[in-house]
T-cell receptor, first 109, second 117 residues
Framework: EDQVTQSPEALRLQEGESSSLNCSYTVSGLRGLFWYRQDPGKGPEFLFT???AGEEKEKERLKATLTKKESFLHITAPKPEDSATYLC??????????FGKGTKLSVIP | GAVVSQHPSRVICKSGTSVKIECRSLDFQATTMFWYRQFPKQSLMLMAT?????????EQGVEKDKFLINHASLTLSTLTVTSAHPEDSSFYICSARRTPYSNQPQHFGDGTRLSIL
């Protein structure tokens, strides 16, 4: 059974304090990994797709990296508007996404 | 801008009512759309995969007679919660993918908050 574990469950950062979020998984037939951001009461917003180990993608203060068994979302000098729940989802062999529970990030001014 | 539109954003209704939720892909045709359910502080759980022109594929434990899915066109899928009860109260989210390939991302609507009194 596909499993996705995200850590930490919650993370509080001071504005400007960089950190990393982790996504580890056991998925058969891995075909890449997606990162999403979800604001309260909203649907997930697509951030990145990573297709192969060693790949990196960047968007503003976010950088996502991928290994064979885990992915990291690095947040550099975060701002309060980066506060959200970040979800990772490796697509499994049956075309469906297996979401982790997410990391709730709070950036304090 | 948004590529998937979901309507309504919020529904409050009495027990026993049937509720229809619409999901539209705005600038692309989606042969496949997905319906998820999310409980507070939980992750998204896939309920069913909606296929244009054919029957939906339901996940284990999801009652197909309770959650009716219709995907009548390449840009519209609907989820009808029939005879809703308080335990059906949840956040329902749809998604669509621009291509049939699973290594392409799904794009999500903004969800429907369903509250059954």
């Amino acid at each position: 059974e596909d499993q996705v574990t995200q850590s930490p469950e919650a993370l509080r950062l001071q504005e400007g304090e960089s950190s990393s979020l982790n996504c580890s998984y056991t998925v058969s037939g891995l075909r890449g990994l997606f990162w999403y951001r979800q604001d309260p009461g909203k649907g997930p917003e697509f951030l990145f797709t990573l297709y192969s180990a060693g790949e990196e993608k960047e968007k503003e203060r976010l950088k996502a990296t991928l290994t064979k068994k885990e992915s990291f979302l690095h947040i550099t000098a975060p701002k309060p508007e980066d506060s959200a729940t970040y979800l990772c989802a490796p697509p499994g062999g049956s075309y469906q996404l297996t979401f982790g529970k997410g990391t709730k990030l709070s950036v304090i001014p | 801008g948004a590529v998937v539109s979901q309507h309504p954003s919020r529904v409050i209704c009495k027990s026993g009512t049937s509720v229809k939720i619409e999901c539209r892909s705005l600038d692309f045709q989606a042969t496949t759309m997905f319906w998820y359910r999310q409980f507070p502080k939980q992750s998204l759980m896939l309920m069913a995969t909606s296929n244009e022109g054919s029957k939906a594929t339901y996940e284990q434990g999801v009652e197909k007679d309770k959650f009716l899915i219709n995907h009548a066109s390449l840009t519209l899928s609907t989820l009808t919660v029939t005879s809703a009860h308080p335990e059906d109260s949840s956040f329902y989210i749809c998604s669509a993918r621009r291509t049939p390939y699973s290594n392409q991302p799904q794009h999500f609507g903004d969800g429907t908050r369903l509250s059954i009194l």
